[in-house]
């Protein structure tokens, strides 16, 4: 057997109906697409939830919810069990983004329990969960909070 002598069953592979060939051949003139309109030109592409020229749905629900964006707070998250990992044992925000830990610091570094911790470290970070500030103060270490950075306001025109 050779890929060459691989057909398709019988019946499966019909030929391609050849449109736009003159009047005699019954699919002339506008080759089955109709007289006018969007659907009739080369090129139409209907758009997700078009309703033939209606405001589509989408745009006539009322919008609703609430977003806080404005005052979304970004954290670089760093966990117990990372620091462990790490070669000293005194980490800071600074020393971490130094060493390539971690890449946005944004509003501050933030210490999470996943992980296990079996030496004394020390930490300085802008929030701690509660069962990190427990795993590192259980393996003997200090566990210090940055105070967060103050947001200046603009001031009104």
Request: charged share 30%; proline share 5%.
């Amino acid at each position: 057997m050779n890929l060459s002598e691989v057909r398709p069953p019988k019946g499966q592979v019909k030929t391609q109906r050849r449109v736009g060939r003159g009047m005699g051949s019954g699919r002339g003139k506008y080759s089955g697409r109709g007289a006018k309109g969007a659907k009739s030109i080369s090129g139409y592409s209907k758009m997700r939830g078009f309703e033939g020229g209606q405001m589509p749905l989408h745009r006539r629900l009322p919008k609703r919810g609430f977003s806080n964006a404005i005052f979304k707070k970004d954290f670089a998250v760093i966990n117990v069990g990372t620091l462990e990992k790490l070669e000293g044992d005194s980490f800071t925000p600074a020393s971490l983004k130094a060493s390539g830990i971690i890449k946005k610091l944004g509003d501050g570094l933030k210490v999470l329990a996943n992980g296990e911790l079996k030496r004394a470290i020390t930490v300085e970070a802008h929030l701690f969960s509660e069962a990190a500030q427990e795993k590192i103060k259980a393996a003997g270490g200090t566990v210090t909070v940055i105070p967060p950075k103050v947001r200046q306001e603009k001031p009104a025109k």
